[in-house]
C-alpha cells in the first residue's frame, strides 16, 4: 500500500515563500511520477506540476516562473518550492505519485497553504 505524506505547508505572507515535501513509502519501486495539484473547495483540483523519475518536469499554467518542482529518488521524496506567493494561491496541495505510469494513481491526504494579502 503506497502512502504519501505531505509536509511544509503553513500561513504566509503576500510575497513569500514556503517549500513542501512528499515522502512516498510502502512500494518496492520508484515512483514513475511525483508531483503536485491544488484545490480549492468547491473548485476542481488543478496540476501544479509533476516530475519523472528521469527529471521530465509537466508544469501547470499559472505557476511557471514562480513554482520550482523537484525529486529525490533516493529518498522517493517530492519538493515543491514556491516563491512569490499570492492569495490566489491558497488551497489544499496534494501530492500524488504513479508508481508504473505517468498518470498520478495515489494521493496524499493534502497540506493547506494559506497566503495572506
Known amino acids: 500500500q503506497v502512502q504519501l505524506v505531505e509536509s511544509g505547508g503553513g500561513l504566509v505572507q503576500a510575497g513569500g515563500s514556503l517549500t513542501l515535501s512528499c515522502a512516498a513509502s510502502g512500494s518496492s519501486f520508484t515512483p514513475y511520477v511525483m508531483g503536485w495539484y491544488r484545490q480549492v473547495p468547491g473548485k476542481q483540483r488543478d496540476l501544479v506540476g509533476t516530475?519523472?523519475?528521469?527529471?521530465?518536469?509537466t508544469a501547470g499554467d499559472s505557476e511557471k516562473g514562480r513554482f520550482t518542482i523537484a525529486r529525490d529518488n533516493a529518498r522517493n521524496t517530492v519538493y515543491l518550492r514556491m516563491n512569490n506567493l499570492k492569495p490566489e494561491d491558497t488551497a489544499a496541495y496534494l501530492c500524488?505519485?504513479?508508481?508504473?505510469?505517468?498518470?498520478?494513481?495515489?494521493w496524499g491526504q493534502g497540506t493547506q497553504v494559506t497566503v495572506s494579502s
Open positions: 516530475i519523472s523519475r528521469d527529471g521530465t518536469i
Open positions: 500524488c505519485a504513479g508508481i508504473f505510469t505517468t498518470t498520478c494513481t495515489h
